[in-house]
């Protein structure tokens, strides 16, 4: 049985009176990719940040391997290998790309390793390369979501999780996105994707959930969802 690397039960969050997330289960296991789809406002959002610890729950379970990490800040999940690419990117605009790079890897303290990983993100990245010593706020939004899953993956994150990494992009870039999702994966990095191209999403994924109004209301292997009609009216554009 693989190892469970992510385990959600009952998770429940609440902001301005508002109840975002209404008693979400869901689970994420060693090697996987897992996609949360839904319509904006479903919550999709509101969860990641909850996993990662910039909002604090209602009630509920978040274990990561099996340990329980409610209440624990972003920063001390990074140690312990949990990332996440935010919504909006959050690169550091004054800094150049390779600056970015170390920042993502402040959690380590081997040199020689973190110079071989920069190097291996350049290989994944080659326009992150080229513009090694460019400030990041000088980029495009394409290449800004690049920098930010290089960042990410500086601290050799055990689960990366990427909110909404095609939003914004030109269609073009947004390929570029799916294509080192699913080489990261393809690494065998853990990975729990929100994103709105749903289509793109089950995709590269291996299993997904489906999030309605604070619930999840379906989940199954990601490729029968694409096949799905419920989820084809709902999601993917398509009539019945």
Request: overall charge neutral.
């Amino acid at each position: 049985m693989t190892e469970t690397v992510l385990s959600v039960k009952g998770l429940k969050v609440a902001y301005g009176g508002i109840q975002a997330v209404k008693g979400v289960d869901l689970e994420v296991r060693s090697g996987e990719l897992i996609a949360l789809i839904g319509a904006n406002g479903a919550g999709k959002t509101t969860t990641m940040k909850a996993i990662t610890g910039t909002l604090q729950p209602a009630a509920g379970e978040i274990a990561y391997f099996g340990r329980s990490i409610k209440g624990q800040g972003s920063y001390q999940l990074v140690g312990q290998g949990l990332a996440m690419v935010p919504e909006g990117r959050g690169v550091f605009a004054r800094m150049t790309i390779v600056e970015n790079l170390l920042m993502g890897a402040y959690v380590r303290d081997d040199t020689a390793q973190i110079q071989a990983d920069i190097d291996r993100m350049f290989a994944t990245f080659p326009r992150l390369k080229e513009r090694a010593q460019q400030l990041a706020g000088t980029m495009s939004g394409g290449e800004q979501q690049m920098l930010a899953m290089a960042r990410a993956l500086m601290s050799r994150p055990k689960l990366l999780l990427l909110d909404e990494p095609s939003m914004g992009l030109s269609p073009i870039m947004v390929e570029k996105i799916f294509e080192v999702i699913r080489s990261v994966h393809g690494q065998g990095t853990t990975l729990l994707l929100v994103e709105q191209n749903a289509k793109l999403a089950l995709m590269a994924a291996d299993r997904a959930y489906v999030m309605d109004s604070g619930l999840i209301t379906m989940t199954d292997d990601a490729k029968r969802m694409l096949s799905d009609p419920r989820v084809r009216a709902a999601y993917l554009g398509e009539a019945h």
